[in-house]
């Protein structure tokens, strides 16, 4: 069945490894903006965009994002175009499972994946305002405890990009391999 | 900044034009200028009151509406804000001394699962400077140390925030054990956050959701007036 993957921009190189480890070969995928996620409230309407730009020319179209910040708008949006979303907050949850993910209740760790650990500086540092006003940082970051690098791939570079950004949050770092978690199952479970 | 900007002496400007470069330097966020021009209004025999008014809160109610427009962001805010707190920070003992109006007290913190304070924070500082006394919960807060507050402070308001989707709906958890117990009617429930809209306020049985610092005074106002009327 031929099936469109409308994705975060985020999970870009996660959902070709997926597509090309599992030889998943009638997905195809098109991705929205990462930094839609700076103006979450935006993301239900970009989706509806793509999908009803690509509507008739699939026979299946799945929304790569969780809710991520929509507070429920985007499952909304979705229940209404008839195509279904990941499942879960946010993709720190999915990709350590969302069940996992909720026993653990932290409340005062940080998260990047490998996408943010890629673009620390882009998407958190930088529009946060640290390289101008680094004595801002303790006013976002005060009530944290450690930064947790949740890690879909075995990548050094990535890991010490982690490392070397918590050392900037001045927060502990953890690092803990997740591979592609609820991201993978969803989109196994999709009808080929 | 121009040099004409570098050389311009605080203290050689007229009070209204003074009040107008605390507006400008509170935008910019520019702290020691707000420390030392509030320190010249004191030496001109200002009432405390009248410089956090005029000056302060009116510059930070200048820069909640560019950041309602989207002319300024988060870090810009931050910066203002770390300014008027150190305005704050010289008058607040002052105020104390010479009298401000108090227009109610308010109970205030995030919900529990949730450390974001930024908002919080700002809504406390623009409370304090509308002539709120403020009890700040800090973060992660459960509902009895909501409720033990409001009851120990005999306080007026109870504001709740949150950050995230996965904790806002504990503001509701909130609010239904103060049904339970009786006591939902004896406060005024504002709730605020970046997630959070008003329809969301209404179903969970807030007073009101407030989208920014600046309409929470103004709410605040409002419904400490309708209650002042009806007693």
Known sequence: MQTLIIACGALAREVLALIELNGWQHMELSCLPADLHLRPEKIPDAVEAAVEAARGRYEQIFVAYADCGTGGLLKARCDALGVDMISGPHCYSFFEGNEAFTARGEVTSFYLTDFLARQFDAFVWRPMGLDKHPELRDMYFGNYEKLVYLAQTEDESLTAAATLAAQKLGLKFERRFTGYGDLSSSLGALPH | ?231
């Open chain 2, 1 to 231: 900044m121009s040099d004409e900007e570098d050389d311009l002496i605080l203290d050689e400007l007229s009070d209204e034009d003074l009040v107008l470069q605390m507006h400008d330097d509170l935008y910019d966020g520019m702290a020691d200028e707000i420390d030392e021009a509030v320190r010249i209004l004191l030496k001109r025999n200002w009432l405390p009151y009248d410089i956090l008014t005029k000056s302060l809160v009116e510059g930070m109610r200048i820069v909640g509406i560019d950041f309602r427009d989207g002319i300024l962001f988060v870090p810009e805010v931050l910066l203002a804000a770390g300014a008027m707190k150190k305005g704050m920070g010289i008058l607040k003992p002052l105020l104390i001394e010479t009298g401000a109006p108090q227009l109610g007290k308010m109970v205030i913190g995030t919900v529990k699962g949730d450390i974001h304070d930024i908002g919080k924070n700002l809504v406390a500082m623009m409370m304090e400077g509308a002539g709120f006394e403020v009890i700040d919960l800090g973060i992660n807060n459960p509902v009895e140390d909501y409720i033990d507050a409001l009851k120990r402070e005999n306080a007026d308001i109870l504001g709740m925030s949150a950050l995230l989707t996965t904790t806002m709906p504990y503001m509701k958890v909130v609010i239904d054990t103060m049904k339970e117990q009786g006591i939902r009617d004896d406060y005024i429930v504002l709730v605020g956050g970046a997630p959070l809209n008003e329809e969301f306020g209404k179903a969970i049985g807030s007073d009101a959701y407030c989208r920014d610092a600046a309409v929470t005074v103004e709410t605040a106002k409002e419904f400490m007036a309708r209650r002042h009327n009806q007693l």
